[in-house]
């Protein structure tokens, strides 16, 4: 089992950056494919980025894609997204979410329904 705790968030104007970490608990960071997602007031959650477990394989949601990154450095346990050029419409709880793969698994996941494990979120608000 995995604990997920996201810090980073904040307020900042629009076109502005910020930078989001996850932090998992436990030694096997680096058996779960990692993601992250966001929910608005009144959506769905939505997927943001996504990463494999080994961090070779990336995937993003296509309107922030060229503006945001998704990272992670499994020997320190940890997961980022950085965020650049953010716009109001992207105002919401971020998630990070971990599932579990096996050794040889190389993929990614876009799904919330793929995810066994989640933060408690860390809120983002972009001002106009």
């Known amino acids: 089992q995995v604990q997920l705790v996201e810090s980073g968030g904040g307020l900042v104007q629009s076109g502005g950056s910020l930078r989001l970490s996850c932090a998992s608990s436990g030694r096997t960071f680096s058996s779960y494919a990692m993601g992250w997602f966001r929910q608005a007031p009144g959506k769905e959650r939505e997927f943001v980025a996504a990463i494999s477990r080994s961090g070779s394989s990336t995937s993003y949601l296509d309107s922030v894609k060229g503006r945001i990154t998704i990272s992670r450095d499994n020997a320190k346990n940890t997961m980022s997204l950085q965020m650049n050029s953010l716009l109001p419409e992207e105002t919401a709880v971020y998630y990070c979410?971990?599932?579990?793969?096996?050794?040889?698994?190389?993929?990614?996941?876009?799904?919330?329904?793929?995810?066994?494990?989640w933060g408690q979120g860390t809120q983002v608000t972009v001002s106009s």
């Open positions: 979410a971990a599932k579990l793969v096996s050794f040889l698994q190389t993929s990614y996941y876009d799904s919330p329904q793929d995810y066994h494990y």
